[in-house]
């Protein structure tokens, strides 16, 4: 059967013509459903079900949670498929084979397949439905060993949520995406356990007492084989900042493992390298060696989390977007990333963020000026309306007219001995970094 794109960009075209609820609403279907997914997997023979998964979801933390969990499998010697989202730079990243993203030509070749499958449905899928459905087609492709997936939003309704993990992960719980998994971090917790399944061993991030009573009655009532609390079955014994990162002893179920280097910035990531080393010992019924568990977390790499693409001046990249990721921001500015010159920032955001929350926390690590810049979106904050909040917190704001025109000041600005950070959005942070590396930055 002749396939029904001659190239990828006729692929990606037919992609980008479906629903993306990441750009246009911070939400999804009214009445939500999985049963598109489903009835297209089923199509498709269920290629799902013909590995193992470790599924992961959590307000902060789970794309470097899911980026450690996949290097630490890999390193042991298993093929390892990914499903990340969103993307930096090109959609292709999203879905990776042994860290590889996807090529050109089985991302044209798999899509094809979707395109001859969604005439068969009801209705059309959304792009994130499509997209979650290539991977998981792809992996059973390739023959993955394991899977490890990331949830795009919740739990309950994501997408992702037709695979039965049988290791689960909720990294943290805080105040996110609102207007879609509620107003409480108790709601949400609900909204994100969804992604228990029965059997599976739940792997829990530090929490709130009320959070942790709601994961352990979803696990319950899920039938799940265990549940792993951070600071019971596991913990992070010591964290201690390091050149290049974080040295850190990690304990879980039957190891322990001792000034372990991870070579990501802020103290968060000591406890995302926790939860992970947990996944993959629940996932393989034992810990992993120490040889494997040190080269592994040497070779990770999570771009556009705390990532450093370049000196004089100090070039920073970071996908906070919300209160508690700008929180972390804000503290590992303050431990880490001390300079003798000037702090600037480049800042967009998208609606239906309060830029006091984003705002607050780099003040308070010294950021003197911020460039305000709208992101590629339909749901883009203006510059404008970030800059007026920027200026009664006393900062100096200007509005520029695009996020490269914005990292340009910037540089210029910073000089030799500044910092320029990148934050707020993915949307700002993509095109972001690409200027910086178009500037002369660099990839460790």
Request: charged share 20%; with cysteine.
């Amino acid at each position: 059967m002749a396939q029904p794109f001659a190239s990828v960009v006729d692929a990606i075209a037919w992609l980008d013509d479906h629903i993306d609820y990441e750009r246009v609403a911070p939400t999804r279907r009214s009445l939500p459903t999985l049963s598109g997914v489903e009835r297209a997997l089923g199509l498709l023979g269920d290629p799902h079900r013909s590995y193992p998964s470790v599924h992961l979801t959590g307000t902060n933390g789970k794309g470097s949670t899911t980026q450690m969990v996949s290097t630490l499998l890999l390193e042991q010697g298993l093929k390892v498929g990914t499903y990340t989202s969103p993307n930096l730079h090109r959609v292709n990243e999203r879905i990776a084979v042994d860290l590889e993203p996807i090529s050109d030509e089985a991302l044209a070749e798999v899509l094809g397949r979707l395109a001859l499958v969604e005439d068969q449905l009801d209705e059309p899928l959304t792009r994130f439905e499509l997209l979650t459905i290539a991977a998981f087609e792809y992996f059973s492709d390739v023959a993955v060993d394991a899977a490890v997936v990331e949830v795009g939003l919740g739990g309950t309704w994501d997408s992702t949520n037709v695979i039965e993990g049988r290791v689960c992960v909720l990294t943290n719980v805080a105040l996110d995406h609102t207007q879609v998994l509620g107003d409480t971090p108790e709601e949400i917790a609900r909204d994100k356990a969804g992604i228990i399944s029965g059997g599976s061993t739940v792997i829990l991030g530090p929490v709130s007492l009320s959070v942790e009573a709601i994961v352990s009655d979803a696990a319950d009532n899920a039938g799940a084989a265990e549940l792993w609390r951070a600071g019971a079955q596991y913990r992070v014994v010591e964290d201690r900042l390091a050149l290049g990162g974080r040295l850190v002893d990690i304990e879980v179920p039957g190891a322990s493992f001792s000034e372990i280097l991870v070579p990501l910035n802020g103290a968060h990531q000591a406890q995302n390298a926790a939860c992970a080393l947990a996944a993959v010992t629940a996932f393989l019924g034992q810990a992993p060696s120490v040889e494997v568990v040190e080269s592994a977390f040497a070779r990770v790499r999570v771009p556009g989390r705390l990532e450093v693409l370049g000196h004089r001046p100090l070039r920073v990249v970071d996908s906070a977007h919300n209160a508690a990721g700008a929180r972390v921001l804000g503290a590992a500015l303050s431990e880490g990333f001390d300079v003798e010159g000037s702090k600037l920032c480049v800042i967009g955001m998208l609606e239906g963020r309060d830029p006091r929350d984003l705002l607050d926390p780099l003040v308070g690590a010294g950021i003197e000026m911020v460039l305000c810049v709208a992101p590629e979106s339909p749901r883009a904050l203006s510059g404008e309306s970030i800059a007026a909040v920027a200026e009664e917190l006393g900062l100096r704001a200007v509005v520029a007219p695009s996020i490269e025109a914005g990292v340009d000041v910037a540089l210029r600005a910073a000089g030799d001995d500044g910092l320029v950070l990148i934050t707020g959005s993915l949307y700002v942070v993509g095109p972001g970094r690409q200027r910086l590396l178009e500037q002369g930055g660099s990839v460790a």
